[in-house]
């Protein structure tokens, strides 16, 4: 039963659209984060949010928006999608937002761009 | 930012054998030594880590060491079994409340020949 449910699972998206992956966790988690991995760059850290509210971004782009409704949810927006986003999208969550909290991921949403 | 090399990327051992993999990262302020294995088609999942107040912990077949003079850590396991077969990833991070990245290693590919 997951307790981090991100949909879809799969997502084939053309180059130019727009596309939102959603995640949900009901561990009751206060921090959120996104992982994105690829080929070339393993587990690479996005964005991390605490009580919903945005805590770091390493992302450069500003194509990707994390969005956050409810305090367990971080949805991420992608627009003006490339096929080099093309990889699989890890949401996770801890406890707090430390470091030293376990971080527990979720399925990952597959995304390919074409 | 904190960088993680982690090496090999790929490690082939024999069945009932010891496997080895090595990580070294830069920032002395790191404090925490995740290690997360990611079997094929899953997300990756916490499986020890060690804190820099220990230089040795073992969970089992698991062992993590902890060298702070030289900023490196360490992932030994015993006696493997074709279960531990995955991709296996370092992390470093140090403790910094309301702003948690932990950098992940490059991962290793490891396989447990019958």
């Known amino acids: 039963d997951p307790k981090i449910i991100q949909k879809p699972k799969y997502l084939v998206a053309v180059t130019g659209s727009e596309k939102i992956l959603i995640c949900e966790q009901y561990?009751?988690?206060?921090?959120m984060y996104w992982y994105r991995q690829s080929a070339k760059k393993p587990l690479e850290f996005m964005f991390s949010?605490?009580?919903?509210?945005?805590?770091d971004n390493q992302t450069a782009s500003s194509r990707f928006q994390p969005q956050s409704s409810k305090k367990n949810h971080l949805d991420l927006q992608i627009t003006a999608l490339k096929p080099d986003d093309s990889a699989t999208y890890f949401c996770?969550?801890?406890?707090?937002?430390?470091?030293?909290?376990?971080?527990?991921f979720g399925a990952g949403t597959r995304l390919s761009v074409l | 930012g904190e960088q993680v090399e982690q090496l090999p990327s790929i490690l082939r051992v024999q069945e009932g054998s010891s496997a080895s993999i090595n990580c070294s990262y830069e920032?002395?302020?790191?404090?925490?030594f995740p290690w997360y294995k990611q079997e094929p088609g899953e997300n990756p999942k916490l499986i020890i880590d060690?804190?820099?107040?220990?230089e040795r912990k073992q969970i089992q077949e698991l062992i993590v060491l902890l060298d702070k003079k030289a900023k490196r850590f360490s992932l030994h396991i015993t006696d493997t079994q074709p279960g531990d077969s995955a991709m296996y990833f370092c992390?470093?991070?140090?403790?910094?409340?309301?702003?948690?990245?932990?950098?992940f290693g490059a991962g290793t590919k490891l396989t447990i020949k019958p």
């Open positions: 060690i804190r820099s107040n220990m």
């Open positions: 992390a470093a991070s140090e403790e910094n409340y309301g702003n948690e990245k932990i950098t």
């Open positions: 920032d002395s302020a790191s404090n925490y």
């Open positions: 949010y605490s009580y919903q509210k945005l805590m």
């Open positions: 996770a969550s801890s406890q707090e937002a430390n470091s030293q909290n376990t971080l527990y």
């Open positions: 561990l009751g988690h206060n921090a």
